[in-house]
């Protein structure tokens, strides 16, 4: 524990376990030492959820221990997020020494093989012990698991077998701590992975980059790089967005500044409308996973033309249409290379791509108006108006973490520039509503006051999120949607004798009173009936220095017919205005 702690950990997640004592006890005396925050809980999978919350939050390792057996089992929804969100953690599991193996002891699986298809790597500990490590090759033993950890960021498994005695007396522990601290064992800088042979490395040593004369649209999805790496990568974008002036697509959690002129707020919805007709020679460059919309997945496939993928270190296929080229290494590193074929000095791009770029934002300033107006905040609430106007209510430095089911789909549609104005979390590498509460939580352990915007199925399927918030929890204000089951089912496209059994089969409405369940953890609660006692509910929310829970109660029916009706009603309104003379894009 004391050699992470000298390479930057900082923050540990304990779940309770005999086993597991040894380890337990060195990180409490850490503690104590005032060396890192140790968080306990009682459940190892929500445990580890709020553990990839932290890591998320400060880009950089956050370490989880539990005990042998099925608790190993529990953290293998976390580890599969982790690994398609990029985002390490180090997953610390007491197991058996060898001696026990394979003969029936008590708690004793395979537990090294349970988590090997999501880790960067599995480091087994010496079969007969941990104490079989001398000094030197602990040491390099926990440089390497580190290295591991951050070079590609994803989850490793550490497995120490660990032979008892387990828990050794108060002379004992003082004799270790006071004859034993590696002063030697200097905290190091991570060392980027080295390139390696990438499935795309063809495509890479032919590809010519991408050509300002001609028109082209930014997409830029989820952003997978470092924390530290996202200030470098905004620079570098801004820089190739004063050449290029292409219009930038973004998902709320791109990283992309929302300031900048060529960003086009409601794009989903003019996508949807079937208004975009690209000009000649027309250009793609993606930035990360693919954003959660079934209309740009369409209209990207109906595309022809030089197509190119640039994600932050992930060499893995992450293009699923099949139809880009893709560079893995990163977008500074690829401007790096490409920006001296571009001329600073000449920084208005091509006639037909400032007519593109103009046109475009027309036509997104009229979409903005009128969804105003068609989403307006007042009376009862619905899900679409308030993906619009929530963020508009909060503070701008203020972090928002949406579920990933409804509210991730609905801040992309609806929320307009302002929906990317601050930094916002969600989590869609693979964990669905998995871990919500226990993320959000671990988001604010992090970096401090967080909203979490979520529904009542997720809320309710990781409840074990709660027991994080006592004694005393971070400050999290959770908005929760009670639309009465999953609302998300609402918008699949089923046959009538298929809806017979929707509510059995898709929606399944809980009958939980979530008032009662928060009083039950001591959490803070509060009804908000409409858009007016919205602002004055998230001011009370915030005020709080632990988690509270303000609910809001909507329609699924309705709401799931509104967003039909926002997108047809916007199309042929944006279609009447072509006509009265907006010209065709």
């Known amino acids: 524990m004391k050699l992470l702690q000298v390479k930057g950990l900082d923050h540990i997640v304990l779940c309770p376990g005999s086993r597991s004592s040894p380890l337990a006890i060195a990180a409490g005396k850490l503690e104590q030492l005032g060396n890192l925050k140790l968080i306990t809980s ?16 400060l880009g950089k390792a956050v370490g989880v221990i539990t005990t042998s057996g099925t608790a190993v089992a529990n953290l293998l929804p976390a580890t599969v997020e982790a690994d398609r969100s990029c985002h390490p953690l180090l997953l610390i599991t ?45 040491g390099k033993f926990v440089s390497g698991i580190w290295q591991k950890a951050h070079a590609f960021p994803g989850p490793v498994h550490v497995n120490f077998p660990l032979e008892e005695p387990l828990h050794p007396n108060v002379f004992e522990q003082e004799e270790v701590w006071s004859g034993w601290f590696p002063e030697s064992f200097e905290k190091s800088s991570i060392t980027l992975r080295e390139d390696e042979e990438s499935v795309y490395q063809d495509e890479r040593r032919s590809f010519e980059g991408l050509d300002p004369s001609y028109p082209g649209v930014v997409v830029a999805g989820p952003w997978r790089g470092s924390v530290e790496g996202l200030s470098l990568f905004k620079k570098a974008f801004q820089e190739f967005q004063m050449i290029f002036r292409w219009p930038i697509f973004s998902d709320p959690l791109s990283g992309i500044s929302s300031d900048l002129h060529s960003c086009i707020a409601n794009w989903e919805l003019i996508l949807d409308s079937d208004l975009f007709v690209e000009p000649e020679h027309f250009q793609i460059l993606r930035l990360g996973p693919m954003p959660s919309s079934r209309s740009l997945e369409n209209w990207l496939k109906s595309l022809r033309g030089k197509h190119l993928l640039i994600t932050e270190g992930d060499s893995r296929r992450l293009d699923p249409l099949g139809i880009a080229s893709q560079w893995s290494d990163g977008f500074v590193d690829w401007w790096e290379r490409n920006q001296s074929c571009f001329d600073f000095s000449q920084t208005k791009s091509c006639e037909s791509c400032e007519d593109f770029l103009e046109k475009l934002l027309n036509i997104d300033s009229l979409s903005k108006d009128w969804l105003d107006r068609k989403l307006h905040f007042s009376g009862s609430i619905n899900e679409p108006a308030l993906a619009r106007w929530l963020p508009c209510l909060l503070p701008k430095n203020l972090q928002l973490m949406l579920a990933a089911s409804s509210p991730i789909r609905d801040f992309l549609s609806f929320s307009g520039i302002e929906g990317s104005c601050r930094h916002c979390f969600a989590f869609r590498g693979a964990s669905g509503i998995d871990g919500t509460l226990s993320i959000a939580m671990g988001i604010a352990y ?39 089951g999953g609302g998300i089912f609402e918008q699949v496209q089923l046959e009538m004798e298929q809806r017979q059994d929707f509510e059995k089969l898709f929606a399944m409405p809980q009958a939980v009173d979530y008032f009662s369940l928060a009083a039950a953890y001591q959490i803070p609660f509060r009804q908000v009936t409409c ?55």
Not at 97 to 107: D, V
Not at 564 to 573: C, D, F, M, Q
């Open 531 to 585: 858009f007016e006692d919205l602002q004055p509910a998230l001011e009370w929310g915030l005020a709080h220095l632990g988690p509270v829970l303000i609910r809001v109660c909507t329609n699924r029916k309705e709401d799931a017919q509104l967003r039909k009706e926002v997108r047809e009603e916007l199309a042929n309104y944006l279609q009447q205005k072509l006509q009265n003379g907006l010209s065709n894009c």
């Open 42 to 57: 009682l459940d190892e999978r929500s445990g580890a959820f709020l553990a990839l919350g932290i890591s998320a939050s």
């Open 94 to 138: 007491a197991d058996r020494p060898l001696r026990l193996k394979n003969c029936g002891s008590n708690q004793t699986v395979n537990q090294e093989e349970f988590l090997i298809s999501a880790v960067r790597s599995v480091e087994q500990g010496p079969v007969n012990g941990v104490h079989g490590f001398g000094s030197r090759e602990l």
């Open 446 to 484: 992090g970096n401090g006051p967080t909203v979490l915007l979520t529904g009542d199925m997720a809320l309710l399927h990781d409840n074990n999120g709660w027991l994080i918030a006592r004694p005393k929890g971070p400050p999290l204000v959770v908005v929760l949607i009670d639309n009465a």
